[in-house]
């Protein structure tokens, strides 16, 4: 009932029409295991350099996750600068800067190898692989990716989609992944890719979940709100994750619980900037919110 | 339990990345009117050129549709032109004819003015005024416009406004009209110039109904065919108030169901050009996709 998660760790720079903030906590690893420690126990994978002050890695022992595999190496950390207008559905990137994540080469401590659940986090397609080279024997693997990956290492991925149950991915990238517009039948591509669950986030207009069971349509969240939409795939990714890893129950009705779980946590993530507003919620706050998208997505049947 | 449908009847030529159509019936009164006809009484008022064959005529009455207040009057029936690309969400208008169109002045028949419902379709906001001027105590006013309207006659739009129950609007249209880029703020101004009701289409992503017992979020469904979605808001505001209609059922509760009416009646309607899908369906076809509805939205409470 763990949950490994191999991704990045990095300060994000971000301004939008609400506020900015400078250098803040970041990464789709951080966004992840984050939002999954309320479920689960999670195991982190990734690198930093020696700037990463000490007060985030007791944030994340203080989330219970294991850091072990928080390597940290000469140089700086992965910095990303970018911003979004009022439409926050889509961010522009000013700045990136791999720093010490270029060279990054995930080294899963002894003691990782035995995870039941696996999120491969969006890095290279081929770190992914070798990621899954170490692990012995996973029940349940996740993958997400990225635009960079599908143009650029599209047979690597491809070649490790082969060993994945469950893609993560927006519904832009599901279409340049498969060159196909309608997006039912892109996920049937992706099924033959090997993933047999595929997850498509469609940002402020929520989820589809396409699993053998049939198709789900999650809601997003109506926020009046919505500060900094940073992490909120990741966010997302980490609450599905983390509640499938909680019961190890890979049913329909679960994952269908999990994208409502996902979306939960991903709605609070954007009422504020970094990780603030996900870094010490009540879990009450969280099962609350659930029944809130219950009511939200509640229609009765025809009368009869 | 009638509803009154005013708006334009039209000669369609459409172009898809599936094929194409042309001078085909279309129009949102008669996508309204037709998608109406399944579930109540339906009295439509548009006009329409002494090129208008009879044959189209026949249809809407073997619809049961009520035509004493088509006008035919002397010139061409309004023609439109457009064209989809694969992202079938937006239309690219390659020609407008407004022809009798542009002299319409929306006269009622004796016969209808004590209409329960009335649906004003996407016409100019100072004609929708009048026909509200002509009709006698309506029970629910429902109306429609577009982004012309909105920025070339907003201040008629907002007096119309003023006595309508329920507006039907895309997101683009309710951030134009209230200069908000949140939509449940946006849905919030759109109460305070009048209408309780507020139904914000999403195309391809689903339905928002802001009613004042909350917020429901209806799931488009994805098809794996979509040919034309000409008509497919019409068709879904069709479904919408057609269901209100048959019951004069206003509670929240109804509304959501009627929601899922209009997506399904639009879920159909995409599946081929013009009218085609629509024109002869069978009830029990209506119910097992609103059942199909239930099944995609479907998510268990957590477990105690």
Do not use: C
């Amino acid at each position: 009932m763990s949950l490994l998660v191999v991704g990045s760790v990095a300060f994000d720079s971000v301004k939008t029409p609400f506020g900015e903030v400078e250098d803040a906590l970041g990464g789709s690893a951080t966004y992840l295991s984050t939002s999954a420690s309320y479920f689960t126990d999670v195991s982190l994978v990734a690198v930093v350099g020696d700037d990463f002050p000490d007060k985030h890695v007791n944030f994340l022992k203080m989330r219970k996750i294991d850091v072990r595999g928080l390597e940290r190496v000469p140089g700086k950390t992965f910095r990303w600068k970018g911003q979004y207008g009022f439409d926050l559905n889509e961010a522009r990137t000013l700045d990136t800067q791999l720093n010490v994540f270029e060279s990054f080469k995930p080294k899963l401590p002894e003691e990782y190898k035995d995870a039941d659940v696996v999120f491969l986090a969006n890095i290279d397609p081929d770190l992914q692989y070798d990621v899954l080279d170490q692990v012995r024997s996973p029940k349940l693997v996740a993958l997400d990716t990225m635009n960079f990956w599908i143009s650029g290492k599209r047979d690597s991925l491809i070649r490790t989609l082969g060993r994945v149950d469950l893609l993560f991915i927006n519904d832009a990238e599901a279409r340049q992944l498969t060159n196909e517009p309608n997006l039912v039948k892109a996920a049937r591509a992706i099924n033959s890719y090997g993933p047999g669950t595929v997850v498509i986030k469609q940002g402020e207009y929520g989820v589809l979940l396409f699993h053998s069971g049939g198709v789900f349509s999650a809601p997003a969240y109506p926020l009046e709100s919505v500060f900094d939409p940073t992490g909120a795939g990741d966010t997302f990714g980490g609450g599905f994750m983390g509640y499938l890893a909680s019961t190890l129950d890979f049913s329909e009705p679960a994952m269908r619980r999990a994208t409502i779980m996902g979306s939960v946590m991903a709605s609070f993530n954007v009422e504020d900037f970094s990780l603030n507003r996900i870094r010490d919620l009540d879990y009450k706050e969280i099962e609350n919110r659930y029944r809130e998208f219950k009511r939200l997505a509640h229609f009765d049947d025809l009368p009869a």
